[in-house]
């Protein structure tokens, strides 16, 4: 139950964040396969990311890019596998 809330509260984080230019999140974040190019520290926490477009994504709002990727590290430290949302994916009922 626990997983499919934060898979719900990644997809939702995420719907926003894919619309925008730049990287996606789980595109993003360094670990696993994934060698970390730059690291980032908010709220007393360090943050390996995969290169410095991340960093200044992350830096656009440190609060909402460290709740995602705290999010992400605790789905891939379950085994789920970080998959983008879909790009046609809405909130909004059609």
């Known amino acids: 139950m626990r997983v499919l ?5 990644v997809a939702l984080l995420s719907l926003p ?7 996606a999140p789980e595109e993003c ?3 696993g396969k994934k060698t970390a190019r730059v690291t ?10 995969a290169s410095e477009a991340c960093r200044d994504q992350f830096l656009t709002d440190p609060e909402r890019y460290a709740q ?3 999010a992400l590290a605790e789905l891939e430290a379950a085994g789920t596998p ?13």
Do not use: Q, R
């Open 5 to 9: 809330l934060l898979i719900a509260f």
């Open 17 to 23: 964040i894919a619309a925008e230019d730049g990287p």
């Open 82 to 94: 970080l998959v983008a949302a879909p790009e046609t994916a809405s909130l909004v009922p059609s």
């Open 68 to 70: 995602l990727y705290d």
């Open 29 to 31: 974040l360094a670990s």
């Open 40 to 49: 980032v520290a908010h709220s007393g926490k360090s943050y390996a990311l």
